[in-house]
């Protein structure tokens, strides 16, 4: 019998059990459907096109492909890793341009922060050695796309997430544009849960930025919602409340 694959991310590692629970990714894709759309390098999302055209199906591949290097084996997360990489080469390329570092950092530090924020709204406090391993596994992303300035630890990550939050992001025409398109998408209802997440789970800046602040009218349904999910009838929550086009994506996404 030949020896199990070396996974990416250790079986019982709290990354599996945040990126297993399509709950939590949905909160992670709230979260970051706001950072993208406040980003000033968004004009590179918008270049091929594919964001403006199917926003959430844009988010979604992102987090999709998140998690497909979480839940693989180190050699098929590698490659994974890698073909984000040539794919982003290839968008360089077209726009005879190199997409800034800073900005693939930008990704990959929302990734770190909606995991832990995300976790912690849906289900307890991380621990510091739990947030520890969240940033572990993201820089080893990270440092496989070759970025430059990842910080060796997680205390020095939030220093980093702070001045990246303070430099690069801004409300744009673009930022205006794309909450255009998630209405759209989504419906007018589901935009309202949307807006109420990210009330939620934005840092201070963004939701300053994105005007989010104020009550947070979602937060005692969240009460119900949890309890839902403890008789295991969120399912039919769920069905009621995701657009149509994504319920299979989204229900593929929970490994609990």
């Known amino acids: ?21 399509a709950d939590t ?44 290097i979480v839940f693989s084996p180190a050699a098929a997360a590698n490659q994974s890793i890698d073909r984000i990489t040539a794919i982003h080469a290839g968008v360089e390329a077209a726009r005879n341009t190199k997409i800034p570092d800073w900005a693939y950092r930008d990704v990959l530090y929302m990734l770190i922060h909606y995991s832990i924020a995300a976790f912690e709204l849906l289900e307890r406090r991380l621990t510091a050695a739990e947030k520890q391993e969240v940033y572990d ?11 430059t300035g990842l910080p060796a630890d997680y205390p020095g990550w939030l220093a980093s997430r702070e001045y990246h939050l303070q430099h690069d992001l801004a409300r744009s025409v673009y930022t205006n544009d794309l909450y255009l398109q998630y209405r759209k998408h989504l419906g007018r209802f589901r935009f309202r849960l949307l807006l109420g997440v990210q009330r939620m789970i934005l840092p201070p800046l963004a939701k300053k930025l994105l005007n989010r602040q104020g009550i947070e009218w ?9 309890f839902s999910r403890y008789v295991n009838a969120d399912h039919i929550v769920k069905h009621l409340l995701l657009p149509p086009k994504y319920k299979e994506q989204v229900f593929a996404l929970d490994r609990r």
């Open 1 to 21: 019998m030949q020896p199990a694959e070396e996974p990416f991310v250790n079986q019982d590692s709290i990354v599996r059990r945040i990126w297993g629970d």
């Open 25 to 68: 990714i949905l909160f992670i894709f709230a979260g970051s459907a706001a950072e993208f759309a406040l980003n000033k390098a968004v004009d590179w999302l918008y270049f091929t096109g594919r964001l403006p055209a199917d926003p959430l199906g844009r988010l979604f591949s992102t987090v999709a492909y998140a998690k497909s």
């Open 137 to 147: 596994v993201f820089y080893r992303v990270g440092t496989r796309m070759q970025l």
């Open 218 to 226: 979602l937060r005692p349904v969240l009460f119900f919602y949890r």
